[in-house]
């Protein structure tokens, strides 16, 4: 029985591949994660730091199919919002973190300013490297990592230009960069979009994104024009960011995308919704 706390707990239940319940656990999670090789589930949860003074830390924590935990890392001084796993087991988690965390290589500013970062943690706990941005650039951020680990990030940009790595990017909306399992930054580009919504990384390395427009975009190939009030795009860019292909789809009735996904084969699934037309 599940009985929520005044805090509002989150629940996780982990099932076998025939549906049966194997455990749960509640606490205040803040993303899921599960490894293509079944290697565990991560959770990154809150947690209140024992010792005075050092605030709250983004907990990763990856438990095997019978409940036990096989390892876990506290990030002090961050707050984790998403997290995805590879085919090693290592976890990818961004959030947003005070300038005194430190990921190995000493705090990361000011105590009191706050940063944007992305980080990746080996099977077992152990940092592997890190990076940083000003937070005052990001207020939304989107993951996806693939089986080999290579990273894609989403991120909602308030204001001007940011470099991820590769050189000053316009994000004055969104915008998307890519790394490589050991942090190289590969390449950047701003979406075209003010409402990008979701973005996944191919087995070839590409960048696939999904949004909305309603009116005419041009992503990098041709023009996409809308058929209603608002349409859905998939757009897909090469592992050095150039476009590939770009596509919509809608109808009379305005429809919104919110999540895509694709298989190691490059298949494709977009997740969307649709108003009923007037």
């Given at each position: 029985?599940?009985?929520?706390?005044?805090?509002?707990?989150?629940?996780?239940?982990?099932?076998?591949?025939?549906?049966?319940?194997?455990?749960?656990?509640?606490?205040?999670?803040?993303?899921?994660?599960?490894?293509?090789?079944?290697?565990?589930?991560?959770?990154?949860?809150?947690?209140?730091?024992?010792?005075?003074?050092?605030?709250?830390?983004?907990?990763i924590e990856v438990i095997d199919s019978s409940g036990a935990t096989l390892w876990k890392r506290d990030i002090n001084w961050a707050i984790g919002s998403a997290a995805a796993m590879d085919s090693t087991g290592a976890v990818v988690l961004v959030g947003t973190a005070y300038g005194?965390?430190?990921?190995?290589?000493?705090?990361?500013?000011?105590?009191?300013?706050?940063?944007?970062?992305?980080?990746?943690?080996?099977?077992?706990?152990?940092?592997?490297?890190?990076?940083?941005?000003?937070?005052?650039?990001?207020?939304?951020?989107?993951?996806?990592?693939?089986?080999?680990?290579?990273?894609?990030?989403?991120?909602?940009?308030?204001?001007?230009?940011?470099?991820?790595?590769?050189?000053?990017?316009?994000?004055?909306d969104w915008c998307w960069t890519r790394y490589d399992p050991s942090g190289l930054h590969l390449s950047s580009r701003t979406t075209h979009s003010k409402n990008a919504r979701d973005i996944a990384v191919d087995e070839q390395g590409g960048t696939i994104l999904t949004g909305v427009?309603?009116?005419?975009?041009?992503?990098?190939?041709?023009?996409?024009?809308?058929?209603?009030?608002?349409?859905?795009?998939?757009?897909?860019?090469?592992?050095?960011?150039?476009?590939?292909?770009?596509?919509?789809?809608?109808?009379?009735?305005?429809?919104?995308?919110?999540?895509?996904?694709?298989?190691?084969?490059?298949?494709?699934?977009?997740?969307?919704?649709?108003?009923?037309?007037?």
């Open positions: 029985t599940f009985e929520p706390s005044p805090s509002g707990s989150r629940l996780v239940v982990h099932y076998d591949p025939q549906g049966k319940p194997l455990w749960a656990r509640k606490a205040v999670f803040r993303t899921i994660s599960a490894s293509p090789q079944r290697d565990g589930v991560a959770l990154v949860s809150d947690e209140e730091q024992p010792s005075p003074g050092w605030g709250r830390a983004a907990r005194r965390a430190d990921f190995g290589q000493g705090p990361l500013g000011d105590p009191n300013d706050r940063f944007f970062f992305i980080t990746r943690v080996a099977k077992g706990g152990a940092l592997m490297w890190s990076r940083s941005f000003p937070a005052q650039y990001t207020s939304d951020v989107k993951l996806s990592v693939n089986r080999a680990g290579a990273i894609g990030l989403l991120v909602r940009i308030s204001k001007g230009s940011i470099d991820f790595g590769g050189g000053l990017v316009d994000c004055t427009f309603s009116k005419t975009i041009n992503l990098g190939g041709q023009d996409l024009v809308p058929k209603g009030a608002a349409d859905a795009y998939i757009v897909r860019y090469s592992s050095t960011g150039t476009h590939s292909w770009s596509t919509s789809f809608g109808g009379s009735a305005a429809v919104q995308a919110s999540h895509i996904s694709v298989d190691r084969y490059g298949a494709i699934s977009v997740l969307a919704s649709s108003a009923r037309a007037p």
